[in-house]
């Protein structure tokens, strides 16, 4: 189905011709498979990086090290004996390219310094606007979003939901059952052309009706059913984004804290959301 969604993608991309901006990434991981719509557009040093990672086969074997509920999962920086691999350079924070830590984003996660993110990610449960960029300090850079969910949604419930405590040098926020990413599967962009053609192949005499027969294709089976979750998590998303009241994490401050590190978030009593302690979301 996730392929179906990039055809999709394609198809509503534009021109016949034009390659498609928007790679996916699927995430298979020991609770199920999420896919994500990589923003190269808006993001693209940092959907460079995570892509390079992903195809040199980086985060097969490693954990979400940190789950929070109605907050965010983090992983991509530990093994499950929480051995951290060897990471390629930092990369600059993006998070000034306007888009927001919405529920069902992907970010990265980084250390207290704004432009330390190397491999490790996070994805937003819940709105989290407090991540979000500001001004171009210390404190107000945020954390660079460079993606979202568009498949999968629940496998992040099902995340979120599990039970956690501590687990080798973090003190709590751990899975008891550890959450294994099995492999980062990257689907490049391609030419429209190339996702008509086995329409083309199959009817040679409908050559006029391709752009149709290629879009009733993608919306066969469960497209339109996926289509609809999608606007519910976005209903849900802003719902969450009104919602001011319980914050499960403590504090903006705190939560921010958490992510940054041990890890990678910024928080005083919460574990940091970074690698090895990258602060927040790192």
Not at 165 to 182: L, Q
Not at 194 to 223: F, G, L, M, R
Request: charged share 25%; with cysteine; aromatic share 8%.
């Amino acid at each position: 189905m996730w392929k179906k969604l990039f055809i999709s993608a394609a198809l509503c991309c534009g021109v016949v011709g034009q390659a498609v901006a928007a790679p996916l990434a699927a995430i298979e991981t020991t609770a199920g498979t999420f896919v994500v719509d990589l923003d190269a557009e808006r993001a693209p040093k940092t959907v460079e990086n995570f892509i390079a990672y992903a195809e040199s086969g980086f985060y097969e074997g490693l954990i979400f090290h940190r789950v929070i509920k109605n907050f965010m999962v983090q992983g991509g920086g530990y093994t499950t004996d929480y051995k951290a691999r060897e990471t390629r350079d930092a990369i600059a924070n993006e998070a000034d390219n306007g888009l927001k830590n919405l529920k069902g984003t992907i970010a990265m996660a980084r250390t207290s310094n704004p432009h330390s993110a190397t491999a490790q990610f996070f994805i937003n449960v819940k709105d989290n606007n407090f991540l979000d960029y500001r001004t171009p300090t210390r404190s107000g850079w945020g954390y660079t979003v460079f993606g979202k969910v568009v498949e999968g949604y629940n496998i992040l419930d099902k995340m979120q939901n599990v039970a956690t405590g501590a687990g080798g040098m973090f003190r709590t926020d751990v899975p008891r059952d550890a959450i294994i990413i099995k492999k980062v599967t990257i689907t490049e962009p391609v030419p429209v052309e190339a996702a008509k053609a086995p329409v083309e192949a199959t009817d040679a005499d409908s050559t006029a009706n391709d752009s149709n027969d290629a879009a009733a294709s993608v919306d066969d089976e469960n497209t339109e059913a996926d289509v609809t979750d999608e606007a519910a998590d976005a209903n849900d998303a802003e719902a969450a984004a009104e919602d001011t009241g319980d914050n499960p994490i403590v504090d903006t401050k705190d939560a921010a804290e958490a992510i940054t590190g041990t890890g990678e978030v910024l928080a005083p009593d919460a574990p940091s959301i970074a690698d090895k302690a990258e602060p927040l979301p790192k």
